[in-house]
C-alpha cells in the first residue's frame, strides 16, 4: 500500500541534543511538507520541498534543517537553536499542483520531547 | 496573517447531526480543504471546496459561501468513531496552505 512512513513514532531529547525525524513516502509525490502541530494551534509549515535538491522555508523554520536528496525522502532535524521543540510533527506529501485540489496525503506523525 | 476561525469543541449525541463551520477572510481565497484526525493520527482528507454550493459524500457534507467566506461540514448520523477533529484550510492565492486550529468533535453515546 502506497503512502508515508514517518519514524520514530516517539521520540525524547535532552536540550541541547539535535534529532532527526524521517519521513518517506512511496506515492511518487514531487512535493514534501513538514508541519508542527501544537495544542489549540493550526498546523504550521516549517519546510516544504517541490523537487528533489530543493526546499524552501515555511513560516515557521528557524531552529530546524531539511535535505531532499531523493524523491522518496525528507528528513527533518530539530536543532539545539529551536527553542520550544516539545511538538507533533507532521510529514506530508502531494502531487505538489498548486492550483486546484492538491490534496495533502500525511503521516502518522512523530512526538517529539525534550525533557 | 489571514484568520481562520472554528470552535474549539462541539458535542453531540450518536446518530445526531453536527454543523462545524469555519469563516476566513476573503481577500485571496482559491480553495477550502477539511481535514479529519483522530487523536495522535494523520489528518486524512475528507473535501474540497472552490465553488459556491454544497458537496455531499456519504454522511459527510461540505459548503462553501465565497462571498460571506463561509464554510461548513456536516456530519450527519453520528457515530462513536466520528469522535475527532476536524480541521479547516484555506488555499490563497499566493499558493499557501493556511489551517485552522481544529475543531474537536466529541460524540456522546
Known amino acids: 500500500d502506497g503512502g508515508i512512513t514517518q519514524s520514530p513514532k516517539y521520540l525524547f531529547r535532552k536540550e541541547g541534543q539535535n534529532v532527526t525525524l524521517s519521513c518517506e513516502q512511496n506515492l511518487n509525490h514531487d512535493a514534501m511538507y513538514w508541519y508542527r502541530q501544537d495544542p489549540g494551534q493550526g498546523l504550521r509549515l516549517i519546510y516544504y520541498?517541490?523537487?528533489?535538491?530543493?526546499?524552501q522555508k515555511g513560516d515557521i523554520a528557524e531552529g530546524y534543517s531539511v535535505s531532499r536528496e531523493k524523491k522518496e525522502s525528507f528528513p527533518l532535524t530539530v536543532t539545539s537553536a529551536q527553542k520550544n521543540p516539545t511538538a507533533f510533527y507532521l510529514c506530508a506529501s502531494s502531487n505538489g499542483d498548486s492550483s486546484g485540489a492538491n490534496v495533502l496525503t500525511f503521516g502518522a506523525g512523530s512526538r517529539l520531547t525534550v525533557l | 496573517g489571514q484568520n481562520i476561525d472554528q470552535p474549539t469543541e462541539m458535542t453531540a449525541t450518536e446518530g445526531a447531526i453536527v454543523q462545524i463551520n469555519c469563516t476566513y477572510q476573503?481577500?485571496?481565497?482559491?480553495?477550502l480543504f477539511w481535514y479529519q484526525q483522530h487523536a495522535g493520527e494523520a489528518p486524512t482528507f475528507l473535501s474540497y471546496n472552490v465553488l459556491d454550493g454544497l458537496e455531499e459524500k456519504g454522511r459527510f457534507s461540505s459548503f462553501l459561501s465565497r462571498s460571506k467566506g463561509y464554510s461548513y461540514l456536516l456530519l450527519k448520523e453520528l457515530q462513536m468513531k466520528d469522535s475527532a477533529s476536524y480541521l479547516c484550510a484555506v488555499r490563497w492565492s499566493w499558493g499557501k496552505l493556511q489551517f485552522g486550529a481544529g475543531t474537536q468533535v466529541v460524540v456522546t453515546p
Open positions: 520541498s517541490q523537487i528533489v535538491n530543493d526546499f
Open positions: 476573503t481577500s485571496g481565497f482559491n480553495g
